[in-house]
């Protein structure tokens, strides 16, 4: 026979976890500490976040920082990119796949299997291709259906 012990405690609820913050200057610790009210604020040494202001790309021998606002499209060709912003073209070497990790999720998107575009560069539709500053660029089959919905499209 079993029996129920009435004296057993029931354990408390935790409080829910506060959010960690990372990848911060040292300098904002005390600010972030002082707004939240939190003892400890988590830092990370090697976290690899998206950028969302930009990413830098290697030009010849040193790192340019390219903004984001400014890259309309990004084209595959097997393992090199080619950036379009609105002053120049620049080819890196990249997956699609990491250079999509490194992008807002929020201002771009992938439309093909070998392109993504800036949602806000997007200038008209037609049939299966979107217009990206006067560049005609096809949609995928397996990405028509995120296409429409993330631009407010009912067909």
Known sequence: MITKDINTRIPEKKEPNKPVIRNLPSGYVPVIRALTGSESVGQSDRTITPMSTGVFIKVDSRYKK??????YLIEALSDYMILYTKEKRYTIHCTLHGILEKLSKTDFMRVHKSYIVRIESISAIEDNLLTVEDQQVPIGKTFR???????NIFA
Do not use: G, N, T
């Open 145 to 151: 259906h995120e296409v429409m919905s993330r631009l």
């Open 66 to 71: 390219i903004l984001s606002e400014d890259i």
